[in-house]
């Protein structure tokens, strides 16, 4: 990839069937970069949208030379789109932003200013989520706070991937292999020096959320099975206990069973020990498999995403 240096900030916006967002997410961005009176590039990563983002996409791409757009094979997730974002930029600081303008662009602004004074990582900090369902609330509050008490890295709570990263931290974070990845968390894993800014969550401008639940479980267990062997030591305690709970419980069933002269053997006795055992043994055999999954992705060291394209310079084209 060609680096152009002159282009001091960099925006990653990650798009996903955004047709109904990607104009005004385009206005309200263009207007901030421009009070930052800087070069400034923002890089669409259209991620297999089957809507009509990449459409819309190259028509802001033909109007504005400030626009790239990278344009993935298929849909590859939210943290494949930024990590081939963050690939591509060539700013020296590099901000990620979602497209519903749920992160308001406006605080990009105070970002650029704690960058100034010297901060590598600004991240934006939820102090409150507007229009949102107690459930998505909960759930991520919940997440947050139990990644954190699972991992000896300080993971900020309530943060997205919302943020600027100075070059180096985005040099830094671009050499890492690894494929599953939870950025924010390998953001707070690299260090230097971090800060945040506390911005009000608001709702999406339009369309739907493009996180449904079998993508928020993806990227809770890339976030623990990446920072944290918890889970594990944990499953290895949870049979130990089963274990002794049943040695106890057969001891007392053969003295009582010894004490009233009856068969120890008991039919629903012997089920019920088999379920409890099956269910923890199966937990835990899950729980394993998470992290041997990963490990067999790490192994077979597939891309985890394709570029298909990227548009730049006013629609100029570069098939990958
Ligand atoms: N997104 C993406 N690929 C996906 C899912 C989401 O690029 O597979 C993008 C989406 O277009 C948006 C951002 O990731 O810009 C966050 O998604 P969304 O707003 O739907 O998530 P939520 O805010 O509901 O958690
Ligand atoms: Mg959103």
Redesign the pocket.
């Given at each position: 990839m060609q680096q152009n240096r002159n282009i001091v900030y960099s925006v990653v916006?990650?798009?996903?069937?955004?047709e109904l967002?990607i104009e005004e997410s385009y206005k309200r961005l263009k207007k901030v970069m421009d009070a930052a009176s800087e070069a400034y590039e923002i890089i669409f990563?259209?991620?297999?949208?089957s809507d009509r983002?990449r459409e819309k996409a190259e028509n802001i791409c033909g109007e504005d030379e400030n626009i790239k757009l990278v344009n993935f094979s298929r849909?590859?997730?939210?943290q494949?789109?930024?990590t081939a974002g963050m690939r591509v930029s060539s700013g020296e600081a590099v901000v990620v932003?979602?497209?519903?303008l749920?992160d308001p662009p406006e605080v990009i602004l105070k970002m650029i200013e704690k960058w100034k004074d010297g901060y590598d990582v600004v991240y934006g900090k939820r102090f409150q989520r507007k229009g949102?369902s107690f459930f998505?609330k909960f759930t991520?509050g919940a997440f947050y706070r139990i990644l954190k008490s699972m991992t000896s890295i300080d993971i900020p709570v309530d943060t997205?991937?919302f943020r600027l990263i100075d070059r180096r931290v985005c040099d830094v974070l671009n050499s890492l292999p690894e494929k599953n990845r939870y950025v924010r968390g390998l953001v707070s894993w690299i260090g230097y020096r971090q800060t945040y800014v506390e911005f009000v969550?608001q709702e999406?401008f339009a369309?739907?959320?493009?996180?449904p639940l079998k993508?928020?479980f993806k990227l809770a267990f890339d976030g623990i099975t990446s920072f944290s062997y918890k889970p594990l030591i944990f499953s290895g305690y949870l049979g130990g206990i089963s274990f002794f709970i049943g040695i106890i419980m057969l001891i007392v069933n053969f003295i009582k069973a010894a004490a009233n002269g009856l068969n120890p053997v008991n039919f629903q006795f012997v089920i019920s020990i088999d379920l409890i055992m099956f269910g923890i043994v199966l937990s835990c055999m899950g729980i394993i498999g998470q992290y041997i999954g990963r490990i067999f992705d790490e192994s077979r060291g597939r891309p985890n995403y394709i570029i298909e394209s990227i548009i730049g310079k006013r629609g100029e084209q570069k098939k990958i």
């Open positions: 916006v990650p798009l996903y069937n955004e967002v990563v259209n991620d297999g949208s983002t849909n590859f997730g939210h494949p789109a930024i932003i979602d497209a519903d749920q949102e998505k991520a997205g991937d969550r999406r369309g739907d959320t493009k996180y993508k928020m």
